[in-house]
Nanobody
Framework: QVQLVESGGGLVQPGESLRLSCAAS????????MGWYRQAPGRQREWVAS???????TIADSVKGRFTISRDNAKNTVYLQMDSLKPEDTAVYYC?????????WGQGTQVTVSS
C-alpha cells in the first residue's frame, strides 16, 4: 500500500511563502505523475500542479508565477513552493501519485492565508 504524507501547511499572512512536502513510501520513479490539488471549503477539489517522472512540470493558471513544483528523488519527496500567497489560496492541499494502475492520495495539509 502506497502512503503519501503531506506536511508544511500552516497559517501565514498575505504575501508570505510556504513550502509543502509530500513524502512517498516508495520510489518516485514508480509513479508516472505526482501532483498537488487543493480543496477550499464549499468548493470542489482542484488541480494545482503536476510533475512527471521525466521532470516535466505543469502549473494551473490560477497559481502560475507564484507556485513551483519540484521533486527530490533521493528523498522520495515532492514539493510545492508557494510564494506571494493570497487569501484565496486558503484550502486543504493534497498530494496525489499516479502509477500505471492506480491513483493514491495523501491525507492533506491545511493552508490558511489571513491577516
Amino acid at each position: 500500500q502506497v502512503q503519501l504524507v503531506e506536511s508544511g501547511g500552516g497559517l501565514v499572512q498575505p504575501g508570505e511563502s510556504l513550502r509543502l512536502s509530500c513524502a512517498a513510501s516508495r520510489s518516485l520513479f514508480s509513479f508516472n505523475v505526482m501532483g498537488w490539488y487543493r480543496q477550499a471549503p464549499g468548493r470542489q477539489r482542484e488541480w494545482v500542479a503536476s510533475i512527471t517522472r521525466g521532470d516535466t512540470t505543469t502549473i494551473a493558471d490560477s497559481v502560475k508565477g507564484r507556485f513551483t513544483i519540484s521533486r527530490d528523488n533521493a528523498k522520495n519527496t515532492v514539493y510545492l513552493q508557494m510564494d506571494s500567497l493570497k487569501p484565496e489560496d486558503t484550502a486543504v492541499y493534497y498530494c496525489k501519485a499516479l502509477d500505471v494502475l492506480l491513483g493514491y492520495w495523501g491525507q492533506g495539509t491545511q493552508v490558511t492565508v489571513s491577516s
